[in-house]
C-alpha cells in the first residue's frame, strides 16, 4: 500500500463546475499537507498548504484536511479552463515530502 | 532568474551508457531533491541532501549516484543506462527547518534510454 493515495483521474468538468480532488494517507506522521499543480512538461509548482486539521482558503481554492479520517480535499470554485492540470496532493514529515500520483483536470469551455 | 535550474532539459541516450543531470538553484535553500516521474506521473523520490550530506536515500539502484559539491548544487550521475530509467527527473530545493518547507522543483529533465 502506497503512503497517499490518490485517484489518477482523468476529470473532466465544465468551466465554471464546482472540483473536489481528494487524497487518503497512511502515516499519521505527516503534518504538513499541500497540493502542488503540474501543467504538461513543466515541474510541480505549490498551490496550498494546510498543518494538520482544518481549512484553508486562497480564492477560488480550499484546502481541508481531516486527520482523523487521514483524508485531504482540495476544492475549486468557479474552475476555468487554465484550471486544467495535474494537481498532486503532498505530505511531509521527517523531512520528507511524499506525493500522490496525481489527478489530471481538464476543464473544457 | 530562474530559481531552480536543470541541465540538461532532454537527454537521448542508449542502453549502456552513463550519463549526468545539473541542479542549480539560487534560492539560498539549504536542502536539494531528487524525484523521479513515471509515464503514469507518479512522483517518488530518490535522494535528499541538506547542507551537502546525505539524509534520503531511497530504495534505488547503486547505479545512481548523487553529488552535492556545494549547498546550491545537487547532480545526479547515472551509470549503465537502463530502459526502465526513462522518465522525468525533478530537482527541487527547500529551506528544512522547525516549520514547514516549500519545495521549488526545476523545469525537469526528460531522459529517454533507447
Known amino acids: 500500500q502506497k503512503e497517499v493515495e490518490q485517484d489518477p483521474g482523468p476529470l473532466s468538468v465544465p468551466e465554471g463546475a464546482i472540483v473536489s480532488l481528494n487524497c487518503t494517507y497512511s502515516n499519521s506522521a505527516f503534518q504538513y499537507f499541500m497540493w502542488y499543480r503540474q501543467y504538461s512538461r513543466k515541474g510541480p509548482e505549490l498551490l496550498m498548504y494546510t498543518y494538520s486539521s482544518g481549512n484553508k482558503e486562497d480564492g477560488r481554492f480550499t484546502a481541508q484536511v481531516d486527520k482523523s479520517s487521514k483524508y485531504i480535499s482540495l476544492f475549486i470554485r468557479d474552475s476555468q479552463p487554465s484550471d486544467s492540470a495535474t494537481y498532486l496532493c503532498a505530505m511531509s514529515a521527517q523531512r520528507k515530502i511524499i506525493f500522490g500520483t496525481g489527478t489530471r483536470l481538464q476543464v473544457f469551455p | 532568474d530562474t530559481a531552480v535550474s536543470q541541465t540538461p532539459k532532454y537527454l537521448v541516450t542508449q542502453m549502456g551508457n552513463d550519463k549526468s543531470i545539473k541542479c542549480e538553484q539560487n534560492l539560498g535553500h539549504d536542502t536539494m531533491y531528487w524525484y523521479k516521474q513515471d509515464s503514469k506521473k507518479f512522483l517518488k523520490i530518490m535522494f535528499s541532501?541538506?547542507?551537502?550530506?546525505?539524509?534520503i536515500n531511497e530504495t534505488v539502484p547503486n547505479r545512481f549516484s548523487p553529488k552535492s559539491p556545494d549547498k546550491a548544487h545537487l547532480n545526479l550521475h547515472i551509470n549503465s543506462l537502463e530502459l526502465g530509467d526513462s522518465a522525468v527527473y525533478f530537482c527541487?530545493?527547500?529551506?528544512?527547518?522547525?516549520?514547514?518547507?516549500?519545495?521549488?522543483f526545476g523545469q525537469g529533465t526528460r531522459l529517454t534510454v533507447v
Open positions: 527541487a530545493s527547500s529551506l528544512q527547518g522547525f516549520r514547514y518547507t516549500e519545495a521549488f
Open positions: 541532501y541538506n547542507n551537502k550530506e546525505l539524509i
